[in-house]
């Protein structure tokens, strides 16, 4: 429950205006809440004098059974009306509608955004049931603070079973704070998801840089939480007769309650293209491409198969490529269609970030080099002589036709 | 300014192997060793401190005793001083429960504290979750994925420069506040012997469960709200087409073949 220590209250009202449920109010001259309370805590993170607490207690099993629907965060790309969920977002609303047959429960999307008007019935096609539209102006840009405090309101209304978001940049970065204000468990970057015999989500993660896996259940609290690493399970097949519910979730924020200010942004042309996330083939280079001006046989191959160029950690290091081109544990996890390694040994922080794509050929001088386990096909040779004698090959067969 | 700089022991990830009959890790010969994100982390601090002059830096981690060694080595980093948050009580913290935990011990031991800076995330679990959580139980903003910390010319705000997935974007926010760093333009120092002689005159508080005041139920495994229930190895790979030592022309003709024959190319 809220706990109000009327000796620290300064009155200043920040927390009434910052309620998403007008759950507080002023009764001779001193802070009071009503039922309407569902302890999102809104009010603790914006109050300055920490005049405000909650007390959360473990929920007993039939509390725990009535957290029902599989929600996913959408999070969103792209402006103004041309608005799109990510990629992940529609993956994970393909792995959702599954684990929600499974529960016999409702998918719900969640949509945080500014007051565009886009069609969210359209989600319907990718398997929602339901969308829960937050539409807000502090929500046209993403901010910790303010999505935070709205994904705290959405669970503690709507008390889902399941909550998943995707494991991108912004979703690690607000998940755990939502996960921490509720008092959630919370697993990351999980692989794959199930629901066992008692109903509860099987969280698959790897671990120690991929060297082993490990299965976690959260079993005290609901919402189970979890975020989910892009590109591991398909984008759902789209079936054109399925609307969504749309339904308008009130959101109250103000601008007090975001504590972070965006001052600059620069976006690399590089990236601008194609992300290497969305690539349906991938030329990745690592340090057997030996120099940068190396690099150009693979962009050459990369342009011909209209795909694009990535890299390994060493060769971002080295300041080779950009950051956002790099593939692996400390950079983006892909699943393109075709995925060539190029001059790289396949260390294992490499490796989980791309052994879900659908054909891998590995070239490389060492033949004990561990990215030909998981090849489909493998060359032992110098990729430095094959590739341009490989680009030209292409080349005059395209211009045979 | 007190910047605080969490800081965990890691195993060298890239030597464990998981047996195959038990399905658990084969820790021996394994060699600990502090995160490379946390180093990063002492790093960004120490600069601030060499701008700003009249800074405190103090690491602190939640671990078992022979935690202490990475904090020998933060203060061989430049960490002034240092705290080891260990009990028994802790064994088995998931993310949420060691946050509570640290956040705890920051408030108990350094409640004048400005700056938080911790690693994005461990080379172990990778989760990048606790930092977040700190934040959110300490009530401060944070910053994650930073590559740049710069404090402002009023001295008032931090400005950090964070890696998204199309590019950078800069960030600021007032103190207190959390930042979550990786390498950016870092160059990891390699500390001099004076550094190591040094280390050694630094005191390193310990912090045990009592001081905390924290109920048992909420420390360690019992404080966890997510429990493992399997390890287990990853699987291995399908069949592999293995082209040994070719000419180069053979190779390209190879793969051209795989290509079409796979429908990359007509």
């Keep these: ?401 | 300014m007190k910047i605080v700089v969490c800081v965990k022991q890691v195993p060298e990830v890239t030597n464990v192997q998981v047996d195959p009959v038990t399905g658990t890790l084969k820790r021996e010969g394994v060699k600990s060793i502090l995160n490379p994100f946390c180093e990063y982390a002492l790093d960004h601090a120490v600069r601030i401190a060499q701008a700003l002059g009249n800074t405190e830096i103090i690491a602190i981690t939640m671990g078992p005793p022979q935690a202490r060694d990475v904090l020998l080595r933060s203060m061989e980093l430049g960490a002034d001083r240092s705290i080891l948050v260990t009990d028994r009580k802790f064994a088995g913290a998931d993310t949420w429960a060691t946050a509570f935990t640290l956040a705890s011990a920051i408030r108990f031991a350094i409640p004048d504290f400005d700056l938080v800076i911790v690693g994005k995330q461990a080379i172990d679990g990778d989760t990048a979750q606790v930092g977040p959580e700190i934040a959110e139980i300490l009530g401060l903003p944070q910053i994650t994925y930073g590559i740049e910390v710069v404090v402002t010319s009023s001295g008032r705000h931090i400005r950090v420069k964070r890696e998204v997935e199309r590019g950078y974007e800069v960030i600021q926010a007032a103190f207190p506040v959390l930042v979550t760093v990786s390498k950016g333009e870092v160059v990891r120092r390699a500390p001099s012997f004076q550094d190591v002689l040094d280390a050694r005159k630094k005191p390193v508080q310990i912090i045990t469960a009592a001081e905390l005041q924290i109920p048992e139920q909420e420390l360690g495994l019992k404080g966890s709200f997510t429990q493992v229930v399997k390890v287990f190895p990853p699987m291995e790979k399908k069949s592999t087409r293995i082209v040994e030592s070719p000419e180069a022309a053979d190779a390209a003709h190879e793969i051209m073949a795989f290509l079409q024959e796979r429908h990359f190319l007509p």
Aim: aromatic share 6%.
């Design chain 1, 1 to 401: 429950m809220l706990t109000i220590d009327h000796q620290l209250c300064a009155a200043c009202k920040l927390c009434l205006n910052n309620c998403p449920f007008g759950a507080l109010y002023f009764e001779n001259d001193e802070l009071k809440v009503n039922d309407l309370c569902t302890l999102c805590g809104a009010c603790v993170n914006i109050c300055r004098f920490h005049a405000l607490h909650i007390e959360r207690k473990q929920a007993s099993q039939e509390e725990l059974a009535s957290y029902q629907g599989v929600y996913i965060w959408m999070e969103l790309e792209g402006e103004g009306t041309s608005i799109k969920p990510k990629k992940v977002a529609l993956e994970l609303l393909g792995k959702g509608r599954l684990l929600a047959d499974q529960l016999g429960q409702d998918l719900v999307a969640v949509v945080l955004a500014g007051q565009n008007q886009v069609d969210w019935q359209e989600l319907g096609r990718y398997g929602a049931d339901r969308v829960i539209l937050c539409q807000h102006d502090l929500l046209e840009t993403y901010s910790t603070d303010g999505y935070t405090q709205v994904m705290c309101a959405v669970i503690t209304s709507k008390k889902p079973a399941v909550v998943l978001y995707g494991a991108t940049p912004h979703g690690r970065d607000f998940a755990p704070r939502v996960a921490a204000r509720l008092r959630l468990g919370l697993t990351a970057d999980c692989t794959s998801l199930e629901i066992d015999e008692e109903k509860q989500l099987v969280q698959t993660r790897p671990a120690f840089g991929g060297n082993i896996m490990a299965s976690i259940i959260t079993p005290y609290n609901r919402p189970q939480t979890a975020t989910v690493r892009p590109n591991v399970f398909p984008t759902p097949p789209l079936d054109e007769t399925r609307r969504a519910v749309v339904e308008s979730f009130p959101v109250t924020l103000n601008k007090a309650a975001i504590r972070t200010r965006v001052v600059e942004t620069q976006f690399l042309d590089e990236s601008s293209q194609t992300s290497i996330e969305d690539a349906r083939v991938i030329v990745a280079g690592g340090r057997g491409c030996q120099k940068a001006a190396n690099l150009e046989a693979l962009r050459q191959l990369a342009s011909r198969l209209g795909g694009v160029m990535a890299g390994t950690r060493p060769i971002v290091e080295q300041g080779w490529i950009p950051h956002t081109l790099q593939v692996g544990q400390s950079g983006t996890t892909v699943g393109p269609e075709l995925y060539i390694a190029v001059g790289i040994s396949g260390a294992i922080q490499h490796v989980v970030g791309m052994s879900s794509s659908k054909t891998i050929i590995a070239i490389n001088k060492d033949p004990e080099a561990p990215i030909f386990k998981i090849a489909d096909l493998g060359i032992v040779g110098d990729a430095l002589e094959i590739l341009p004698i490989l680009n030209s090959l292409i080349g005059e067969q395209e211009t045979r036709q």
